[in-house]
């Protein structure tokens, strides 16, 4: 399903080529010295990315010593001007090997805090827009709620 770049060796996937604004990773900050480069990165530069991303832990099983799957993080990010995921996975220099195009950026938003029918078929724990980090502006887009009234909470 992927071929190798000769460019830099990294698997690209053959589904990386669409064009897009929005891309999608899902990044292990507390195994991969990268992916938390990556994070910082992208939260030092406003300017030049919009982002919204959630940690996620993993999921118990039956036996609650055991998890399936790993702490991520899903992070969401728009670029200024259309690319494409293989162009991005060069852009990230080795940072990361897969990075999606989104062509749904609002059922991405779905999908990172698992309220989709396949979520919670799969018993998943759901998340909630209030545990989204980000700019401001991308959130309200993606989750309908200015940042400055999630910082505040409910006020009863």
């Given at each position: 399903i992927y071929t190798l770049s000769l460019h830099d060796a990294?698997?690209?996937?053959?589904?990386?080529?669409?064009?897009?604004?929005?891309?999608?990773?899902?990044?292990?900050?507390?195994?991969?010295?990268s992916h938390k480069r990556l994070i910082n990165y992208i939260q030092d530069r406003p300017d030049n990315f919009e982002y919204a991303?959630?940690?996620?832990?993993?999921?118990?099983?039956?036996?609650?010593?055991?998890?399936?799957?790993?702490?991520?993080?899903?992070l969401i990010y728009k670029k200024r001007m259309q690319s494409s995921g293989n162009?991005?996975?060069?852009?990230?220099?080795?940072?990361?090997?897969?990075?999606?195009?989104?062509?749904s950026p609002e059922a991405y938003a779905s999908y990172m805090l698992h309220d989709t029918p396949q979520a919670i078929e799969a018993g998943k724990t759901p998340y909630t827009?209030?545990?989204?980090?980000?700019?401001?502006k991308l959130i309200t887009k993606l989750f309908g709620k200015p940042q400055i009234l999630r910082n505040l909470g409910d006020i009863s």
């Amino acid at each position: 399903i992927y071929t190798l770049s000769l460019h830099d060796a990294l698997p690209i996937y053959k589904s990386n080529s669409g064009r897009a604004r929005f891309f999608g990773l899902i990044l292990y900050p507390e195994e991969c010295e990268s992916h938390k480069r990556l994070i910082n990165y992208i939260q030092d530069r406003p300017d030049n990315f919009e982002y919204a991303m959630i940690e996620h832990v993993g999921e118990p099983l039956d036996d609650e010593e055991e998890t399936r799957g790993k702490n991520h993080v899903h992070l969401i990010y728009k670029k200024r001007m259309q690319s494409s995921g293989n162009t991005e996975c060069k852009f990230w220099a080795g940072w990361v090997n897969h990075v999606e195009p989104i062509t749904s950026p609002e059922a991405y938003a779905s999908y990172m805090l698992h309220d989709t029918p396949q979520a919670i078929e799969a018993g998943k724990t759901p998340y909630t827009s209030d545990q989204v980090k980000g700019t401001p502006k991308l959130i309200t887009k993606l989750f309908g709620k200015p940042q400055i009234l999630r910082n505040l909470g409910d006020i009863s």
